[in-house]
């Protein structure tokens, strides 16, 4: 009886302390609740809000942050000024407002930048301006082989072979089909990562790149399946990979080969859209933690968007790494002497910043200083999808990709 | 590599191409209206119907209500505002019709937003498997509708009076007026039989491509490509060019050099056929 009475005080007293944890105070800044009033630290953005697609989830979550952050004592007092532009994915409008943001506001620092065009577009421009960006969501290569520029994400290449590396290790595939978009720098970029990892573990690989807008999934499919491939590997955005898996089903591909995404599948939604016919079928690579993870740190961003952001923000991936990427521009500046907050001097405290520890990564997030690119974020996650939900099924690994070569000798070096 | 699967499985997005060509026809030759919005009207009926489905409802009534939608907003599009340009030239009343299109996608967006959705229906789980491809019975179902459809408007314009009045405005407007045609009456039927062939292209292509607002809108341009190959007056034609186009476009899969511009498909071939026709000089696009 007392055994029954003690297990129920302790499943108890674990259940009020989930339920605190669910509803976890926020913590950002010096937590003092006190507002900053001091003069103002400039900092900008440039997401790609209006377009083919809406990116701007990473900076409406930076802006959250940023908000509570100036609730909480600023930046030593100095409140963050953040002021965000629309690239509308033009490359042209992209590089004005990176001059508007950098030349004429004066900003300090760049943080939570997500835009498909703006790495190639502003790489060059910020390296002369002397301004460090900490971008959200970079997608194009460019955006990984920049000077100046450290997304917190993966990015399309390292999470594919990150997908690539689990179908190895864990799913025993021998052959590989790999489906990435016909885009310059992203889908030739990706699939040529899983070729090249084929040439040096020695499997099979083919590569099929498809227009995004291209009506026919069915055309596609059948072409990757021709090989007989183990495993089909897809690099497309979650409104490509879902008739892509639709028309793989019609065929009964769901029965005979494994099918395997980039983060770029990872949405909620995915596996209830899919549906039960891909249970322990389609597998998905996570860049960062779990979105529901109960982790302080996710528990925190989940808290701080509820508190400083909008109701209608989504709590995405991209809502992820806009909220990392806001964390890490703190801990840069509260190095600082608020009175001596320059684009120098956020630049060179930027460039010192390592062993950011958050439970959102996989690894400690630095920035690399000296190094000719970033792409601190590379070991990551998988998920499966299974009853209408993705269910987390794999520890962090570093992804395989031949590519990181450089940024894994760079971080034996750190240690 | 083997093209006839790809034959094969072009056949079912090809049959809704002839199907969209064919509703596009049929109100160009009675109204002189080429109907941009044909598209986004279909996929407001499949949204629809997806939206009833979420909801429960019985199949059927998800498809009526798919079919009902889209005619009743392409019937108050051809009796509300497309009398008001119906005295201006062929392109201006072609790009009004950009302005419900927009105002679709708009809407849709804002209600179901461009997250990937899927529709089903009970019939992809049917199908029969030819040269190891599986052809689903919605595939099927397509098909066999683009074929009835054909016949049944042959028939329609061939023994019925609406029919006559359609033909004889196609001819000539304003001496079918002067012989009494009603001229309303004759053009908001032929809205109301665009808005079926909308309503069911929609429903198809959201069960075969993908049910997403703007791209669903775009998928009129392939039915245009058709529907110019058939010179914007036969419906066999058209028909079979529909078909032709989406064979074509899947047919291109496993040839490596042009498989990634292949979606370019339909408007090459509009395009070699405006100019062929051209040339030839039997472009009857004028006088429709």
């Keep these: 009886m007392l ?33 900053a009033t001091g003069e103002p630290i400039i900092i900008g953005a440039i997401t790609g809000k209006t377009g083919p697609d809406d990116f701007s989830n990473s900076t409406k979550s ?49 943080v939570g930048n997500s835009s498909y065009v ?46 690539m590396g689990y179908a190895l290790d864990k799913l025993n595939a021998k052959s590989v089909a790999c489906i990435g978009p016909n885009i310059p720098n992203v889908g030739t970029w990706s699939c040529d990562g899983v070729v090249s990892l084929a040439k040096e573990k020695g499997f099979k690989a083919e590569t099929i790149l498809m227009d995004p807008g291209s009506a026919d999934a069915t055309s596609i499919i059948l072409k990757a399946a021709a090989s007989k491939p183990d495993v089909i590997v897809l690099g497309m955005s979650k409104g490509v990979a879902v008739p892509l898996l639709t028309a793989a089903e019609e065929q009964g591909l769901n029965q005979t080969i494994t099918f395997l995404s980039a983060a770029s599948a990872y949405d909620l939604s995915v596996p209830a859209t899919i ?69 120098e001097t956020v630049s060179a405290a930027v460039r010192q910043v390592k062993g950011f520890q958050s439970d959102i990564f996989c690894a400690p997030w630095y920035f690399g200083d000296g190094q000719p690119r970033h792409n601190a974020n590379s070991s990551t996650r998988m998920a499966v999808s299974e009853g209408g939900k993705w269910k987390v099924v794999s520890d962090c690994a570093p992804s395989p990709d031949p590519e990181l070569k450089d940024v894994r000798a760079f971080e034996a070096t750190m240690k | 590599m083997n093209l006839l699967p790809f034959l094969i499985s072009g056949l079912g997005i090809g049959a809704v191409y002839a199907l969209s060509g064919v509703g596009l026809v049929i109100l160009y030759r009675s109204t002189g209206v080429l109907n941009f919005a044909f598209g986004a009207i279909g996929a407001l009926g499949a949204h629809v119907a997806w939206q009833l489905q979420q909801w429960q409802q019985p199949l059927a009534v998800a498809i009526l209500a798919a079919v009902a939608v889209a005619t009743a907003v392409s019937f108050l599009y051809g009796r509300v505002f497309a009398p008001l340009l119906s005295h201006r030239d062929t392109v201006v009343q072609a790009v009004g019709t950009v302005a419900p299109a927009l105002f679709l996608i708009a809407v849709m967006g804002v209600i179901w937003g461009e997250l990937p959705r899927r529709l089903q229906l009970p019939t992809d789980q049917m199908f029969l498997t030819l040269f190891g491809v ?25 023994r019925t009076r609406l029919g006559l009045d359609m033909r004889a405005l196609a001819n ?11 001229i309303r009456y004759t053009e908001t039927a032929a809205w109301v039989i665009t808005g079926v062939f909308a309503g069911l292209a929609g429903l198809l292509l959201a069960d075969l491509v993908r049910l997403q607002g703007t791209f669903l809108t775009f998928l009129v341009i392939p039915a245009i490509a058709a529907a110019i190959l058939g010179q914007l007056r036969s419906l066999t034609v058209t028909a079979i060019a529909g078909i032709s186009v989406g064979v074509v476009e899947a047919a291109l899969t496993p ?28 472009t009857t696009l004028r006088d429709r």
């Design chain 1, 3 to 35: 055994k029954i009475l003690k297990v129920m005080a302790a499943s108890l007293t674990l259940g009020l302390l989930s339920a605190l944890s669910a509803h976890a105070a926020v913590s950002c800044g010096d937590n003092s609740g006190k507002p």
């Design chain 1, 118 to 163: 703006e790495c190639g577009a502003n790489a060059e421009f910020y390296k002369k301006a002397g301004i460090e960006v900490i971008a959200g969501v970079g997608v194009p290569r460019e955006c990984f082989f920049a000077q100046n520029y450290a997304p917190t994400n993966a990015g399309p290449r390292v999470s594919m072979l990150g997908a």
């Design chain 2, 134 to 158: 599986r052809l689903t019975a919605t595939r099927l179902i397509a098909l066999a509708l683009a074929i009835l459809m054909v016949v049944a408007i042959t028939l329609l314009l061939n």
């Design chain 2, 172 to 182: 000539d407007r304003d001496l079918s007026a002067i012989l009494g045609v009603r």
């Design chain 2, 255 to 282: 040839i490596d050099w042009v498989s990634s511009y292949r979606a370019a498909a339909p408007f090459v071939i509009a395009l070699a056929a405006v100019m062929i026709l051209g040339a030839m000089s039997i």
């Design chain 1, 62 to 110: 930076a802006l959250a942050y940023f908000n509570c952050l100036n609730a909480n004592g600023g930046i030593k007092g100095r409140p963050v000024k953040y002021l965000v532009e629309d690239d509308q994915w033009n490359p042209e409008t992209a590089a004005q407002l990176a001059a508007k943001l950098v030349n004429d506001q004066k900003a300090v620092l760049m």
């Design chain 1, 275 to 343: 549906g039960p016919a891909w249970d322990g079928k389609f597998f998905v690579n996570m860049e960062f933690n779990d979105l529901q993870a109960t982790t302080p740190d996710n528990q925190n961003w989940l808290a701080v968007m509820d508190k400083y952001g909008q109701k209608s923000d989504p709590r995405d991936t991209f809502a992820q790494a806009g909220y990392l990427a806001a964390r890490i521009a703190e801990k840069a500046l509260m190095t600082l002497d608020p009175k001596n907050i320059t684009r």
